[in-house]
Nanobody, 125 residues
Framework: QVPLVESGGGLVQAGGSLRLSCVVS????????MGWFRQAPGKEREFVAA????????YYVDSVKGRFTISRDNAKNTAYLEMNTLKPEDTAVYYC??????????????????WGQGTQVTVSS
């Protein structure tokens, strides 16, 4: 098991910003592709962003491009999701996920091995 712990969620007004963090236990963080997903009530889990284990390639769902930025700090075993210009439709529980040496299917939640417990993000209008 690889424990993942998210933090940084909360309540923010539309147009505001939040930064989510995902700390991964263990000494092999640099080998994991990290993904962020979200799930709103009554909806399926949705891909948000991913960052590859090798290099710094990033991937985003169209609805967050230009507003969200995924990054990682291998020295701190932490992945981040910087969220700007938040909209009410961004309201959801946000989950981080990890998969060892993952090089494809970044948008498919079923292909990630490890998951955090989720952190609530609520954007008021």
């Amino acid at each position: 098991q690889v424990p993942l712990v998210e933090s940084g969620g909360g309540l923010v007004q539309a147009g505001g910003s939040l930064r989510l963090s995902c700390v991964v236990s263990g000494r092999t963080f640099s080998r994991y592709t990290m993904g962020w997903f979200r799930q709103a009530p009554g909806k399926e889990r949705e891909f948000v962003a991913a960052i590859r284990w090798s290099g710094s390639m990033t991937y985003y769902v169209d609805s967050v491009k230009g507003r969200f930025t995924i990054s990682r700090d291998n020295a701190k075993n932490t992945a981040y999701l910087e969220m700007n210009t938040l909209k009410p439709e961004d309201t959801a529980v946000y989950y981080c996920a990890a998969d060892l040496y993952k090089n494809d299917f970044f948008q498919e939640p079923r292909t990630y091995t490890y998951w955090g417990q989720g952190t609530q993000v609520t954007v008021s209008s």
